[in-house]
């Protein structure tokens, strides 16, 4: 149509092909992408010129069609979506290069990232397995350890009663060795008057003459008498003196064991509540405390896991 | 006759909403044997190839209804009766505003490979579609045709299938 018309129009038909042009180009360097230039005319130059302008704004279309939707898939995480070279040219097919390096490089990333998801996971999994683990172990232990403690403890108190009764025992042999000493003590005054009656009895004896040799010879023998039983009150004596260093021997000893229980017994009361807990101080028994570490570290993990 | 195009070239295409044509390229002309006045208003149908399976048409719709962009291997009919296979990537065209204005494809030469990968699945979504009550053009048809084309895929979406066959056949 154009070219039918006269010569001397010429120069107001390029210019309204040059504004049709201008506008095009304005429309897509203002990001208006669907824009393409329509026939100008039937000239072989005149379809090359249009085909070419039509194929800058293709593949300049293309590119930007790509090159967002290649970037989108990338950060959902589908890598198998790529920026296809194929058709781009030049500096085109350079940058999309760059595009699907720019990709690669983010799905080794991701891939990393994965594997580190995955170790964090075993991880967190292994660590809850270990303190399960002990946990249970400590909870059994502590409940054996509670057990052993509460029968010591009564095992303690048991031989305290027990040195306890001792002591009573030995305190009575005491006091029936006192008794024992008075007892002795009366027998010896008791043969110390025989005695001074025995003497008197051989002087009144020898004063009676031949009629009183008889009798000089009783009295002798009552005198041997005392002197024995004297002599074996001051063998008692003796032996009961024994057998009261014995008893306080004894009582010291006793003393000294009970001292010892009643020391063991408050250890193994201290013992019964670090692992049951102790309702006084609220201090949390073994058992409690591995329930706590457990709840503590499930908790623990359980953000491991959301993260 | 079986017809291709270079390498570094692309097909591209415009239609507005209704699938009309708005725009061809040189080389849409060249492949399909058709004139600009011949394809510009026109609907896009007129290169549509009878082995083409309605299920992957509506794929292709749903996915544009979405916004999204559609990778597909589509065998297109030329005016002279030769075919040409493509790599076609469909996307919407939004205005300034973010508002859906057109359709937009720019079609690139597959690999010989994967042509006759989705050849072979489409001839058998092609086969299940006639196969339905009211033929080809039958919903039963239709119906049965998408949920194959789903069990061929086995897990995989279409998209993930068409980029399988792309990465594995070279870009």
Redesign the interface.
Known sequence: MIRRRAETQQPTEDTELLRTLAGVCRRAAA????A?LP?IGDSPAAIEAR?AV??LL??T??FV??SG?ALSAAAEG?F???F????M?GSFRHAASTIGAANDAMQASAVRVAESDRARLALADQLESAVLTVSEQVATAATEMGASANGLSDFAREAVAGAERGLTTVGSLRTASDQIRNAVDLINQVASQTRLLALNATIEAARAGEAGRGFSVVAGEVKVLANETSESSDEIIGQVATVQSAAADAIEVLESVTESIREMSRLVTGIAAAVDGSHDSGNAGLSQLAEVLRGEVSRFVTTVRAS | MERTFG????I?S?TDLRGLFT?A??VFLRTSALT?DETVGQPHNIIRHPDMPRAVFKLLWDTLKRRE?L?AYVVNLAADGAHYWV?A?V?P?F??AGTV??Y?S?R??PERRAVDAAAALYAELRAAEQRGPGGSGGQAGLDASWKLLHERLGGRSY??FV??L??GGG?
């Open positions: 990001g208006d992408l669907e393409r026939a085909s039509n194929a293709d593949v279309d293309a069609r790509e939707a589908r198998h979506r790529r296809l070279t194929r058709g040219l | 390498d570094d070239e692309i591209v415009k725009y390229n040189d600009e962009e990778f790599l990537h996307t065209s205005d300034g204005v057109g937009h720019s690139r030469r998209d993930e980029w399988d792309t990465n870009r």
